[in-house]
Each structure stands twice: as structure tokens, then as C-alpha cells.
């Protein structure tokens, strides 16, 4: 497993851009399909965590949600063991913690990814 920390959560208003960062430690990060989910408030119980980007490990490969396609952007740069998703054009919906996640394919499920970051707060404003 890898050990992976989020950041560069924070409040922002609608409209506005913002980037969070994951690093990874551990051994062969540069192997693992990544993944960033987010978990906004009073969601109900079994569907917690959405997936909103994925990337395969040699970052040939993406998906993302429908409702981020086009304004968000998931990169990875294996060298530094980091990867990113650049949020434009933010909505309120977009209001979530977001994790970041590993796992060996590229999935849409949570189940399909074994290390998991604590997750960091975007909160977008109206």
C-alpha cells in the first residue's frame, strides 16, 4: 500500500479555479491507478464517496465524472510521486471533502482502490 496526504483544499466562490495536490509515499507508487473521490455532506448511507477522476499509472488514461467533464483535469507526474486535479469553474455542488486513492485499476467504484489520503475540504460559495 501507499501512504498518500491531500491538500490545497479551501473556501473559494463560484467561478473560481483550484488545484489539490496528493503525494504518495510507499514502494512502487508509480504503478497504482490514482484516483480522486469526494464525499459531500448528507449524502445517503452506501453511496458516501463519488468519483470524480481517475488516471492509469502511466497517465495514458483518464476518466471523469459527467458532471466535471471539461472543467476538471487530473494529472500525475510519477517522478515526484504527486497527482493533481485542477478544479475550474467551480460550482457550490462542488462543496466535498476529496480524497485521493490508489489502487492497481482504473475504477469508478471505492471498493476498487486499497490506500486512501484523509481527504482535504473544498468549499465553494454562491
Known amino acids: 500500500q501507499v501512504h498518500l496526504v491531500e491538500s490545497g483544499g479551501r473556501l473559494v466562490q463560484a467561478g473560481d479555479s483550484l488545484r489539490l495536490s496528493c503525494a504518495g509515499s510507499g514502494p512502487a507508487f508509480s504503478i497504482y491507478s490514482m484516483a480522486w473521490f469526494r464525499q459531500a455532506p448528507g449524502k445517503e448511507r452506501g453511496k458516501e464517496r463519488e468519483?470524480?477522476?481517475?488516471?492509469?499509472?502511466?497517465?495514458?488514461?483518464?476518466n471523469y465524472a459527467d458532471s466535471v467533464k471539461g472543467r476538471f483535469t487530473i494529472s500525475r507526474n510519477n517522478a515526484e510521486n504527486m497527482v493533481y486535479l485542477q478544479m475550474n469553474s467551480l460550482k457550490p455542488e462542488d462543496t466535498a471533502v476529496y480524497y485521493c486513492a490508489a489502487g492497481t485499476l482504473l475504477l469508478t467504484t471505492p471498493e476498487g482502490y486499497t490506500s486512501w489520503g484523509q481527504g482535504t475540504q473544498v468549499t465553494v460559495s454562491s
Open positions: 468519483f470524480v477522476a481517475g488516471i492509469f499509472w502511466t497517465g495514458g488514461s483518464t
